[in-house]
């Protein structure tokens, strides 16, 4: 996590984001259920998840977006405004694997300063999330 | 009775379904279409059918096409195996059925659903244990599982061995896709490639770039095969089988030829087109066109040296200056090929085949005596020689 | 089977009626945007932001106070503890929809999609509300899954001051669990936390070769009357005709013949770009293996290297190589 925030001017279609793997636990999963007030029991409880044809617990997708506006932030710094995620889910996350974030800045837009990154996670199975996030980022001095 | 398979038998009827990326209909469905199609357009009746063959890795029952077609009793069936190396395999047993009386007229046929249903660029994984599947374990492990790996290996070393590029195989896609423009069946129908976006597109297994690759296709092709004397009295002008013969060669493997002395000499090839040859009595220089299979760009080049266009490792030298292009020297996959047109497993190329000697390709060369078709590389293989009655 | 005839048709009528509907609840947040939420939410995502938990950083930047993570936009307004019980409210149409949906054998749900837009970050102490609207419901779906139909339903969030604060949509699936996967209840149909390579099959003629490989050697086939090598491995010579054989073991070393780069498809339990190359051994047999530890564009015809024999994955030991010292 820099503190420094990349400014408009710096940042070019085509760029990539430091690589981030998410190493997928238990704890993981459940903290990232409760903590976003998901206590559907597929996220905390095995039996459940197990019930619905899963190994163990899986992520919710509260947690996959929360990675993913992570992810981004920590490359675009503080002074960053999300204004919006787009994603498409795929395999899921388990307990065991992990989830590698890779994004790249797909668009530039003047008007407002606006960045496009497209985004992906990718675990042991294969895409489990794939999509865009929009964000403002502060003019150059 | 020694017999040659020379001039024995005739296509005299062909018929394809549209081909697609969803047909949204059995194979079964497909197989019949495309046979129905075929048996009215040799002018016959399906009562007239007494003989079947396809490929053994056509899931349809050839009793459960007859049954749907309305084909009654049948006195020759059989099945050719080797993925597309079958393509012509399969016309060699027609040939064979009609020149020794087996059966008077029989219906090849191949039909799939190569994109909605099981596709091939999945790859092999597992079944029961037979010798196919313990050589597919060599490479399983390593990951070597799809047909456009293995052949991206042979081509690697085509490529060392004779300075052969990228752009080179480009323009065996190139000239291809000039055809497919102007025929309507085609998938790339009205789309055409330039060297750049050949170059630009994605690596599916290196040295195979996205459009060296054939596409994957729901659809079914056939064609009926009878003796000359019977194509006297039937509408379409026939096209004479002047040659048909299959090959197997030594140190044959299924699609890998990992360990052969030289992986890149084609025995099986050699042997189909010395014995195409042979049989006709004709060399290259009589050939006019043809439908030279291609499941992947680099495998044209092989055949064009293997049946002796041009020397071995100089494949890319005769296509350069357009070769294969409608006006070159062998206008080649006049409807685009299995790369622009459509993946029949080859048998859309054998429609093709007969409509050159007809006149009706939308590519005709002005000059269509003579015409080779040919059927997959790396595998057991066979070929025809085509031509005017 | 899906539905047919008569039948989907009454129940896509039934279908029609949702379609553009609120769902009949109004969701408050049970608690203003605080930073004892949003510090746990951090914890959680290992998101370090300062903007959501540091006050004097937060104070420095854009955002000029402490203000939410916007993806946490939907935790404001979530149930909590009262959802691990499964039972619903019964004024939720949404329910009242997966319901119907149920009853006609399209048990299966998944989450296929999301789409959010945020006008604004939430500061703490932001009174959050949402309301759900039903948008659309597609037609009948064949899917990778199975048989079904898509829903998609929008949420708008407000705030204390009815001001929108941002929306999001999500599409969902509700499908009819193909046969196969709904009846097979044992332990492998469960999907396993890592996948493997594919295994090789074993039988007569090259179980033993396998077992050499677990044991840490690459064996090569001999022939006991013409000691010609073979590979792979096969019953009888075709150079003599002969049955008899037996094995020695390769030193390793080789030099590429010819290789190839997978890029496409991506097969689970194999890492891409994969190197996978034809290697003459200095016994003069070949062998196919994988190539490790290398820059794809580096490798060439000609290059000499060196097998090892290694775990690939949690099960599989198989000849591996790398470029020679
Ligand atoms: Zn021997």
Known sequence: MSTETLRYQDVNVGDTLPELPIPLTSSLIVAGAVASQDYTPVHHDKEAAEAAGMQDVFMNILTTNGLVSRFVTDWAGIDARITGVSIKLGTPNLPGDTMTLTGAVAEKDETGNAVTVEVTGKNAWGNHVTGAVKLTLPAGD | MPTTLKDEAAIVGIGETEYSKNSGRSELALAAEACRAAIADAGLTPADIDGMTTFTMDNTDEIEVARAVGVGDLTFFSRTPHGGGAAIGVMHQAVMAVATGSAKAVVVYRALNGRSGARYSEGVSGGPTTSDLIHWSWYMPSGLMTPASWVAMVTQRYMHETGCTSEDLAEVCIAQ?????????????????TLEEHQAARHIVEPLRLYDCCQETDGGAACVVVSPEMARDLPNPPALIRAVAQGAGAHQESMTSFYRPTMTDLPEVDLSARQ?????????????????YDAFSSIVLWQLESYGFC?????????????????????????GGQLSEAYVHGMNGVNEGVRLIRGTSTSQPAKNEHVLVTAGVGVPTSGMILGQA | MAISGTEREEFEKQLEAYVGIDIGLEDQGRDPVNAAMVRHWCEAMGDGCGAYTDPVQAAASVHGELVAPPTMLQAWILGGVSMASGESDPRDKQKELHRLFDSKGFTGVVATNTEQEYTRYLKMGDEICAKTVIESISEQKATGLGIGYFINTRTTFRDQNDEEVGWLTFRVLK???AEASASSSDESSVTPSRPQRLKPALGHDNAWWWDCVEKDELAIQRCSSCHALRHPPRPMCGECQASDWDFVFST????IYSFVVIRHPEVPGYTYPLVVAVVELEEGTRFVGNVLDIDPAEVEVGMSVQASIELVDDEMKLPVFRRAQ
């Open chain 2, 177 to 193: 896709r000039e055809h497919a423009i102007k025929n309507p069946r085609a998938f790339f129908h009205g789309k055409p490639l």
């Open chain 2, 276 to 292: 195409c040859w042979e049989i006709s009595g004709l060399t290259a220089d009589d050939i006019d066109a043809a439908v030279i």
């Open chain 3, 252 to 255: 390793g070393q080789g030099t």
């Open chain 3, 175 to 177: 499908f009819e669990i």
């Open chain 2, 311 to 335: 020397k071995k490792g100089e494949a890319a030298d005769f296509i350069r200056d357009g070769a294969l292009r409608l006006g070159g020297r062998l206008p080649t996959n006049t409807h």
